[in-house]
């Protein structure tokens, strides 16, 4: 079956510093939506890829979908404590409804 | 606008018993999907439920079944449950049949636990 890989599983980061977090797919995806999920919470939309080699920016995030729609990655900059959290990729197989999340990436800050 | 919610939001059972869990969906959305979040793990898909009609399943046993009413809400059924059940129960709505490319909006989540 399908399955969504995400690398590291854990980041300590300096606040201030930059990193990026990796998602990959053992299937094509035809989507790869983001969320954040904060300590107690539940996860929460960031972003849609849709299109191959597809890069989206919001503010400090930017996210890219891989040129064969396999995988993706998250980079953040200038890392603030507001980042705190676990970041899941989820995609879709073509014309399947079940959205496989990957096990997600937990990001701590040091101030 | 009413986001997604759910009752209850922690429920403690004993290994055998039923649960039964709600989920009001966001105003507009017609379809629910049930993913289940062991704990620092991703949500894994349960099933989604389009219209009133099951739209699609994950690796779930049968004893995990659901229903969408006609106002769109949804219901969450396990039967004899075992220890590994405990987790949050997250309940996501989206717009467009089967939420398929539509982002999901996610409730709080109840948080069930099985001794």
């Known amino acids: 079956g399908q399955q969504v890989m995400q690398i590291p599983q854990y980041q300590h980061v300096q606040e201030g510093e930059d990193f990026t977090t990796y998602c990959n797919s053992s299937?094509?995806?035809?989507?790869i939506q983001w969320y954040k999920q904060r300590p107690g919470g539940h996860p929460v939309f960031l972003i849609q890829?849709?299109?191959?080699?597809e890069v989206k920016k919001q503010k400090r995030l930017t996210f890219q979908f891989g040129e064969a729609k396999k995988n993706s990655s998250l980079h953040i900059t200038a890392t603030q404590t507001t980042d705190v959290g676990t970041y899941f990729c989820?995609?879709?197989?073509?014309?399947?409804?079940?959205?496989?999340f990957g096990a997600g990436t937990t990001v701590t800050v040091r101030a | 606008e009413t986001g997604v919610t759910q009752s209850p939001t922690h429920l403690i059972k004993t290994r055998g018993q039923q649960v039964t869990l709600r989920c009001s969906s966001q105003?507009?959305?017609?379809?629910v999907s049930w993913y289940q979040q062991a704990l620092g793990q991703g949500p894994q898909f349960i099933f989604q439920?389009?219209?009133?009609?099951?739209?699609g399943r994950g690796n779930f046993p049968p004893r995990f079944s659901g229903l969408q009413f006609p106002n769109y809400s949804s219901e969450l059924n396990v039967n004899a449950l075992e220890l590994d059940d405990s987790a949050l129960y997250l309940c996501?709505?989206?717009?467009?049949?089967?939420?398929?490319?539509?982002?999901?909006?996610f409730g709080p989540g109840t948080r069930l636990t099985v001794t």
């Open positions: 439920y389009y219209r009133e009609e099951e739209n």
């Open positions: 105003s507009g959305h017609n379809t």
């Open positions: 299937t094509t995806l035809s989507n």
């Open positions: 996501a709505s989206s717009p467009g049949r089967g939420g398929l490319g539509y982002e999901q909006y």
């Open positions: 890829l849709v299109k191959s080699g």
């Open positions: 989820a995609g879709h197989r073509s014309n399947d409804y079940k959205l496989s």
